[in-house]
């Protein structure tokens, strides 16, 4: 085949590259994630993850299709009419569990040790809450659509106060908690 042939078929490809990628990606990232919505039939909070792979694809088409994956009120109510969707189509990054977090934690300072929160490490220091009864509480452990209940009724706490708290509460025999602990009288001469 000749060189002409190649150079003008990966022009091609790179353009449709460039211009399919783009709308892909872009529904792909802004639709994925756990989302808390009201329940148009319960008026209650519900969990939603959307069907980002199908978003992504149908965006080649020109608007995103959103269709769900999965719902906390399913399997009893897998068949709705996904009328929460509009919710998501009307404020994806609003209705995120993530951006609900960061902003219940933003401006919100630890209630064991005073250090405020800045930017949250999701990835690694994640940091915990400190529920009614002074247990600490894993964020993995609250379901999505509990999460408004849950910022009414419990505290932040740091992730260097949770890992703390929790070695505490579990090996109450070995730790120690020298935070209580008055420092030493020194005497001199």
Same mark, same amino acid.
Do not use: M, N, Q, R
């Given at each position: 085949m000749n060189p002409e042939i190649y150079v003008i078929a990966? $022009?091609? $490809?790179l353009a449709a590259l460039y211009f399919l990628v783009p709308p892909v990606l872009g529904?792909?990232?802004k639709f994925r994630g756990k989302r808390v919505i009201t329940c148009? /039939?319960?008026r209650k909070p519900a969990a939603v993850e959307v069907d980002s792979g199908h #978003? #992504?694809?149908t965006a080649l088409l020109g608007d995103a299709d959103l269709s769900l994956?999965?719902?906390s009120r399913w399997p009893e109510r897998q068949d709705c009419g996904q009328e929460c969707l509009l919710q998501v189509a009307l404020a994806p990054h609003?209705?995120?569990a993530r951006t609900m977090l /960061?902003?219940?934690?933003?401006?919100k300072t630890c209630v064991l040790c005073r250090v405020q929160f800045h930017d949250i490490g999701w990835s690694d220091h994640k940091p915990a809450l400190l529920g009614p009864a002074g247990n600490i509480v894993e964020w993995r452990e609250v379901p999505a659509e509990q999460l408004p209940d849950v910022f009414s009724t419990h505290q932040p706490v740091c992730w260097d106060c949770a890992v703390t708290g929790s070695l505490m509460l579990s090996y109450p025999e070995v730790a120690v908690d020298r935070s209580r602990i008055s #420092?030493?009288?020194v005497r001199q001469g």
């Open positions: 990966l $022009v091609g $490809v529904a792909f990232i148009p /039939e319960t #978003a #992504a694809l994956k999965s719902c609003d209705c995120l /960061e902003d219940w934690y933003h401006g #420092a030493p009288i």
